[in-house]
């Protein structure tokens, strides 16, 4: 959690930068990367279980269980469908933005619920469909103000 700050702070940086101003959209921003970032960060634990075991890092899943750390990454994931729905709800973005973020995001939920063989299959399919948001959502953000 306290490796996200520097995540969501790059683009509260930037958009500060762009705008010249500290307001909703950049906690927003921030929010969304947290939430991004944790959903990220837990499927690669998930995924490297066996490693992080071994090397005795105190991650989620290896201190709480991959079912826990599978219940924090659904939550997160509702956090990031919220917030990224609030730069919508704000007025900062225009409702195709809402739409397609409400897609990826149904997509994302379908990876991370549904069933598969081995929690390491789960935390690969997450992490890579989190790749895959990421770079939707970051075209989303730069093209949200200029759709309706």
């Known amino acids: 959690l306290i490796g996200t700050v520097p995540g969501g702070a790059s683009l509260v940086a930037g958009y500060t930068a762009v705008t010249g101003s500290l307001d909703r959209a950049a906690a927003i921003l921030f929010v969304i990367m947290l939430a991004w970032q944790m959903v990220h960060f837990y499927a690669i634990a998930v995924y490297r279980l066996k490693d992080y075991s071994d090397a005795q890092l105190p991650v989620l899943p290896v201190k709480k269980g991959v ?6 990454v659904f939550a997160y994931t509702l956090l990031f469908l919220f917030s990224a729905s609030l730069l919508t709800w704000e007025d900062y973005t225009g ?3 809402l739409a397609a973020i409400i897609v990826v995001c149904a997509i994302w939920l379908k990876s991370i619920v549904q069933d598969v063989p081995s929690d390491e299959q789960w935390g690969k399919g997450v992490f890579k469909a989190s790749l895959s948001v990421l770079v939707v959502t970051s075209v989303l953000l730069a093209l949200g103000p200029l759709l309706p």
Do not use: G, H
């Open 95 to 97: 409702y195709v933005f």
């Open 67 to 72: 079912k826990t750390t599978k219940k924090q």
